[in-house]
């Protein structure tokens, strides 16, 4: 990734020339493929379809892919288990005309699922792994909910922190004191697309109607990083990437995405392409290259950044 920045240290605009993308899977304007994410081991890519609407496994040495569930809402704010074997998300289903939400884990290989909780009307917030993937968190209105996975602690998953918005600001979860932090790095803002970096010192985070910000855990560091949409950040914590996008006010009209040091120094377009739009960036385990949408074609793509 450092190689990107010395080779444009000495342009006026850092712009990546003709960058190199492979189609890794098709999809089409009505049926797109989207919102895709690597398994931390790199063997598959998680992906659902337009609304968010169930998820497949895409399993990257086999070249091919399996459904593992068509339940609404699965493919929105997913998240694998360390171990790459598990998939957490939060479902949906109507009945007379109101949504309800549950949470469940889906096993990859045997496609089953394990049923966390009730569905209920209220379920706001996205669950997240705790504690070695051996339990499970839920944000609520009111009392914050913790649940059994059913799954063996995994030592390689221990995270210090959870990470969410609540009432307008962000919430700090030290998990070794169960004590929350409320920061509110700009007053009277809402906080979107909120993301942990993995060395879990550093938060990245989108105001609405807003720029791009990163902060320190303790609430210290506030950086402005621009203009930007759905930030992920690398492997080792040192860059993020995301898109600047453009619409009609019903579109996406263009798109491009872009590379960042967390510290907000330079600022690399890495498409700068006027013909495709592309939309939801990623990286891959080993940093090196990045998953992304075209958003016109439907399908999913990835670029080296080498």
């Known amino acids: 990734m450092k190689k990107i920045f010395l080779l444009l240290i000495f342009l006026s605009t850092a712009i990546l020339p003709q960058y190199k993308a492979k189609l890794v899977i098709n999809g089409t304007p009505e049926a797109a493929v989207i919102n895709p994410l690597y398994s931390p ?14 998820l497949w496994i895409y399993d990257v040495n086999k070249n091919s892919e399996v459904q593992l569930t068509d339940e609404m809402a699965a493919g929105f704010g997913y998240l694998w288990s360390s171990d ?7 479902v949906a289903k109507y009945e007379n005309d109101r949504r309800y939400n549950a949470v469940k884990i889906f096993d990859v290989e045997t496609k089953s699922s394990n049923q966390l909780n009730e569905y209920q009307t209220m379920m706001p917030y996205l669950p997240q792994w705790s504690d070695g993937c051996s339990k499970v968190y839920l944000p609520a209105k009111g009392v914050n909910e913790i649940y059994n996975s059913g799954l063996e602690k995994n030592s390689t998953q221990l995270n210090k922190y959870l990470v969410f918005e609540k009432g307008n600001k962000l919430n700090v979860l030290d998990l070794s004191t169960n ?9 009277d803002a809402e906080y979107i697309n909120i993301s942990l970096s993995p060395d879990q010192s550093k938060i990245v985070f989108e105001v609405m109607g807003g720029n791009m910000y990163k902060i320190n855990v303790d609430g210290s560091g506030l950086t402005d990083l621009g203009k930007g949409n759905r930030p992920k950040w690398s492997p080792d914590s040192k860059n993020i990437t995301y898109m600047i996008t453009d619409d009609n006010g019903y579109e996406i009209i263009s798109s491009d995405i872009y590379l960042i040091n ?24 080993d940093g090196k290259s990045i998953l992304f949408e075209n958003y016109l074609e439907g399908s999913i793509y990835l670029m080296n950044i080498e």
């Open 84 to 90: 790459s074997k598990f998939i957490l998300t939060r």
């Open 262 to 285: 967390s510290d907000g120094s330079e600022k690399i377009n890495l498409t700068n392409s006027d013909t495709i739009i592309e939309i939801t960036p990623s990286f891959s385990p």
């Open 41 to 54: 081991d790199g063997s598959k890519i998680a992906f659902t379809k337009s609304g968010y609407q169930g």
């Open 179 to 187: 004590y929350i932090n409320t920061i509110e790095p700009i007053k």
